[in-house]
């Protein structure tokens, strides 16, 4: 059973400095295996400080964030992030190589191209690869670390209606353990997510804030 | 975040430094830069961090703008100061080492001179600032035309290639680390790194191209947002460096 626990997590950009900007403001949450969540909200809402801090990329200006007890910034291991600009962080020439590059134990690496579909795009380049090929590759690559916490930012922009069915087919593909959170500005392509886990949730969060909770 | 660098940031304050003309400022950067380059002496390291810190307290900018090196660079400096003092020399024994030092704080001082420009002028108006400094060279046969246009576009695409070469190095924290992981990760940093760039240089030609073309250096130069006056500011500007000049050179 896996646990991420937000407490009272605050965050500025810049701290300290002429340029501070607060972008989130006493932020609780709680999430556990099998959740799949949607976070929405308006540009500037504090989105993306939130992803940041929830794949402990950045530690919280004040409070926690703790994944089963410990500094999610202290277990990379655990967390994989899928951005939207995906190209950016797949490293290797080919997805073969960075899929065996990313996989925890090489032995995984086949039973997530099974599940994923992506045995006819093993050889090929990344640079050949089209957006929604790209964030299969890094989500299968976030499988095959076998993360406990997934998160994928704005996942379905500028993908088309396939490219964006495919995509939501590998998400139900991803192990019932492990928490799946969703940033989007489209939460009507990503709504069906919500269905792939034992819990699903949308969190609006505003200016900085945690506004409200829908539960599924 | 705190204290990292923040290059090219305006510090939003009221002070006669940010008021003075942006022409006026570059000048001024550019000429302490090239005397200075001729003669990297004490004197001239003194000179500089007494502008640049009078210039940061006249702006009245906040001590917390000041980055703190990166452990790398402190690195860099320690071995480097370490093998000047193995090299000897007079006096004592210690001229290698006086040397790497002067050098340091004579770099370190012209980049602190660059921040205080960057922290006290908005970054819209660097591009006009160069394209009049430039204008002169138009005689000689330069397209200043072309530089300019892309000084312009660099200083917009700065911010943009940072945050993408940002996320590239923190994203590798999730990759697997091995002996000759810091080798592999380099090179793979470098060549992502210089293709989110080349893209951005895509993308930011094609949307010049879209709109008919960059601006000439001229018409970046009569921006009507950039006011060019020349008055008592600017004179006191020109007297500090004049006298900046006369101490290093006589």
């Known amino acids: 059973m896996v646990e991420l626990r937000l407490r009272e997590v605050s965050f500025s950009h810049a701290?300290?400095?002429?340029?501070?900007?607060?972008?989130?403001?006493?932020v609780d949450l709680h999430l556990a295996s099998g959740d799949r969540v949607l976070i929405v909200g308006p540009n500037g809402s504090g989105k993306s400080s939130l992803t940041s801090i929830l794949a402990g990329l950045v530690v919280p200006t004040h409070g926690s964030c703790l994944l089963d007890g410990t500094p999610v910034a202290d277990q990379p291991d655990r967390v994989a992030l899928v951005?939207?600009?995906?190209?950016?962080?797949?490293?290797?020439?080919?997805?073969?190589?960075?899929?065996?590059?990313?996989?925890?134990?090489?032995?995984?690496?086949?039973?997530?191209?099974?599940?994923?579909?992506?045995?006819?795009l093993l050889t090929r380049r990344i640079d050949e690869l089209s957006g929604g090929q790209q964030r299969r590759v890094g989500l299968a690559g976030a499988?095959?670390?076998?993360?406990?916490?997934?998160?994928?930012?704005?996942?379905?922009?500028?993908?088309?209606?396939?490219?964006?069915?495919?995509?939501?087919?590998?998400l139900a593909s991803v192990p019932h353990e492990s928490?799946?959170?969703?940033?989007?500005?489209?939460?009507?392509?990503?709504?069906?997510?919500?269905?792939?886990?034992?819990?699903?949730?949308?969190?609006?969060?505003?200016?900085?804030r945690v506004k409200e909770t829908t539960s599924s | 975040m705190k204290n990292s660098l923040h290059l090219l940031r305006y510090v939003d304050n009221d002070s006669v430094v940010h008021h003075l003309n942006p022409r006026a400022k570059i000048l001024a950067l550019v000429t302490i830069l090239l005397v200075m380059s001729f003669d990297a002496s004490w004197r001239a390291v003194a000179v500089i961090?007494?502008?640049?810190?009078?210039?940061?307290?006249?702006?009245?900018?906040?001590?917390?703008?000041?980055?703190?090196p990166p452990r790398l660079l402190l690195g860099a400096i320690v071995i480097t100061c370490l093998l000047g003092l193995l090299a000897g020399g007079e006096p004592y024994g210690l001229g290698g080492l006086i040397l790497q030092v002067r050098l340091f704080a004579f770099t370190i001082g012209l980049l602190a001179l660059s921040l205080v420009l960057g922290w006290t002028t908005p970054t819209a108006d660097l591009p006009v600032a160069a394209a009049w400094l430039l204008r002169?060279?138009?005689?000689?046969?330069?397209n200043v035309d072309d530089v300019v246009a892309g000084l312009a576009l660099a200083v917009r695409a700065l911010p943009l290639v940072a945050d993408e070469f940002s996320t590239v190095v923190t994203l590798s924290r999730f990759r697997k680390r091995t002996f000759a992981s810091p080798i592999v990760a380099g090179m793979d940093l470098a060549a992502t790194a210089t293709t989110a760039t080349v893209r951005r240089g895509i993308e930011m030609g094609e949307a010049v191209e879209a709109r008919g073309g960059s601006p000439t250096a001229r018409q970046i130069e009569q921006s009507p947002s950039v006011p060019n006056r020349w008055g008592r500011p600017e004179a006191v500007l020109a007297l500090v460096v004049a006298a900046a000049v006369a101490t290093v050179i006589v």
Not at chain 1, 15 to 26: C, V
């Open chain 1, 15 to 26: 701290a300290g400095t002429p340029w501070e900007n607060k972008a989130l403001d006493r």
């Open chain 1, 83 to 120: 951005i939207q600009n995906t190209r950016l962080q797949l490293m290797r020439p080919t997805v073969a190589e960075e899929l065996s590059d990313l996989a925890s134990d090489p032995g995984r690496v086949p039973s997530v191209v099974r599940r994923l579909h992506l045995a006819p």
């Open chain 1, 143 to 170: 499988m095959a670390r076998h993360a406990d916490l997934i998160i994928m930012d704005e996942p379905m922009a500028g993908l088309d209606r396939q490219a964006r069915g495919q995509l939501l087919e590998a």
């Open chain 1, 179 to 208: 928490i799946v959170v969703v940033v989007t500005h489209d939460l009507d392509a990503c709504r069906p997510i919500l269905d792939h886990g034992r819990r699903g949730r949308i969190l609006r969060i505003d200016s900085g």
């Open chain 2, 49 to 68: 961090w007494t502008i640049a810190v009078g210039g940061a307290l006249v702006a009245r900018l906040p001590r917390s703008v000041t980055p703190r």
């Open chain 2, 136 to 142: 002169p060279l138009r005689r000689l046969g330069l």
